[in-house]
């Protein structure tokens, strides 16, 4: 297979998953350059790798590179827990029909929430839970992705949701 041939290939394979790739690494390291390093790593691992992959679910196979060099790379190199703060404005659509400023505010603000509170789950409860609801994964591929049984990714997820749903129910008041 030409060079040419190869990087089509691999392009046409990967590029409708970058969405996903970024997703998951800007969840994992709570960072937006961060997140885009990483993404750009596991890019060229992918690349690198692209002979050797035998089929399957692609988005499954990236998200697992993507996960890995997550992992690698926040082992390397994290100096602390300085994170900057997840733009909203930035990865979210904008809030349409919704001329009324409080309204705006309001859902700003619940965002806010729920992004923090999602911030706060231990890194394996965050990642299956963003795999699972914001990427809308399987769970046999979130086990593929994750390297964990079937019952491991319940597990997670029910606990994750469970400790989410009580942050949420503290900063929102209705709890203690």
């Not at 692609?58 to 060099?69: C, D, G, H, K």
């Not at 979130?142 to 400790?163: C, K, N, Q, Y």
Request: contains cysteine.
């Amino acid at each position: 297979m030409s060079d040419t041939a190869r990087r089509e290939g691999f392009e046409q394979a990967v590029l409708p998953h970058l969405d996903a790739a970024y997703s998951l690494a800007r969840w994992l390291t709570r960072n937006d350059q961060d997140a885009q390093d990483v993404t750009q790593e596991a890019c060229l691992r992918a690349f690198r790798f692209f002979d050797g992959y035998q089929g399957g679910n692609m988005r499954s196979w990236l998200l697992t590179i993507v996960r890995n060099t997550c992992y690698t790379w926040m082992h390397q190199n994290r100096h602390g827990d300085s994170t900057e703060l997840f733009n909203e404005e930035i990865h979210s659509p904008e809030l349409s029909g919704s001329p009324d400023p409080e309204i705006q505010v309001l859902a700003s603000a619940d965002k806010e929430t729920l992004r923090r509170a999602l911030e706060e789950l231990p890194d394996a409860f965050r990642e299956a839970l963003v795999l699972r609801e914001i990427e809308g994964m399987s769970y046999k591929e979130i086990a593929d992705v994750t390297s964990v049984s079937l019952g491991t990714v319940m597990s997670r997820l029910a606990r994750a949701r469970t400790r989410l749903r009580q942050s949420l129910s503290v900063s929102l008041g209705k709890g203690s």
